[in-house]
C-alpha cells in the first residue's frame, strides 16, 4: 500500500501568493523526487534530489531533501496560473531495482 | 522525438471483455512501466519491465498482464476487464533503474 504520506491534499491559493507541500514517509529513501502533472498529462519531473539536506531550485521551485531521509518538501515561490496541476513526490529506496514509489499527489489551484 | 506514446488515450469496456494498451519509446530506453492513477492514490507500479525480455510485478499486478515485445514496446493486457480496473493508465520508461522516468500522456479507461 500507499508509504508516503503527502500534503496538503488540495489547496487554492491566489496568484502571487508562495506555496508548500510536502512528504513524509516512514522508511529512509535515497532519492526524492517532485513531479508535476498537468491536466490530460503523464507526470513530468520537476526536481530530484539525491542526498540529505540537499537544497535544489528550479526557477521558482525549490525542494529539500530531508535530513533524516524521511521526509521533502516543495515550495513554489510567487505562483502563476500555469502552476495549476498535480504535484507528486515519489521515493526511491536502494536496492529497491529503481522502483519508485509516489504520494498521493496535492492538486494545486491558483486563482488569477 | 516523440517520447512515450500510448494507444488509446480513452477507453470503455464492458464487465469481462478483454483488451490491450499499447506503450512504445522512442529514447532507447532499457526500463519501462505500467502505472495506474486513481483519485487519492497518487500511482501505483502495476508492472515493470527492467529490460528487454524481462517482467516483474509491481504493487497492483492482479488481473494484468504485460509484454515485453521488443526494446521499444510494453504492453499492458486485461484480460477480464472489471469495473475495478477503472482507471487512469501511464506507461513510463527510463533509461536505467534510478534515472529519470519520463512518463506516456495516459489512458483514461472506464469499466462499465
Known amino acids: 500500500g500507499q508509504q508516503l504520506n503527502q500534503s496538503p491534499q488540495s489547496m487554492f491559493i491566489q496568484e502571487g501568493e508562495d506555496v508548500s507541500m510536502n512528504c513524509t514517509s516512514s522508511?529512509?529513501?535515497?532519492?526524492w523526487l517532485w513531479y508535476k502533472q498537468d491536466p490530460g498529462e503523464g507526470p513530468v519531473l520537476l526536481i530530484a534530489l539525491y542526498k540529505a539536506g540537499e537544497l535544489t531550485s528550479n526557477g521558482r521551485l525549490t525542494a529539500q531533501f530531508g535530513i533524516t531521509r524521511k521526509d521533502s518538501f516543495l515550495n513554489i515561490s510567487a505562483s502563476i496560473p500555469s502552476d495549476v496541476g498535480i504535484y507528486f513526490c515519489?521515493?526511491?529506496?536502494?536496492?529497491?531495482?529503481?522502483?519508485?514509489?509516489f504520494g498521493q499527489g496535492t492538486t494545486l489551484q491558483v486563482k488569477p | 522525438n516523440a517520447g512515450v506514446t500510448q494507444t488509446p488515450k480513452f477507453q470503455v469496456l464492458k464487465t469481462g471483455q478483454s483488451m490491450t494498451l499499447q506503450c512504445a519509446q522512442d529514447?532507447?530506453?532499457?526500463?519501462m512501466y505500467w502505472y495506474r492513477q486513481d483519485p487519492g492514490m497518487g500511482l501505483r507500479l502495476i508492472y515493470y519491465?527492467?529490460?528487454?525480455?524481462?517482467?516483474d510485478k509491481g504493487e497492483v499486478p492482479n488481473g494484468y498482464n504485460v509484454s515485453r515485445l521488443n526494446k521499444r514496446e510494453f504492453s499492458l493486457r486485461l484480460e477480464s476487464a472489471a469495473p475495478s480496473q477503472t482507471s487512469v493508465y501511464f506507461c513510463a520508461s527510463n533509461r536505467d533503474f534510478g534515472e529519470k522516468l519520463f512518463f506516456g500522456s495516459g489512458t483514461q479507461l472506464s469499466v462499465l
Open positions: 529514447m532507447n530506453h532499457n526500463s
Open positions: 515519489a521515493g526511491q529506496r536502494s536496492g529497491n531495482t529503481g522502483k519508485l514509489i
Open positions: 519491465s527492467a529490460s528487454e525480455g524481462t517482467t
Open positions: 522508511s529512509i529513501f535515497n532519492t
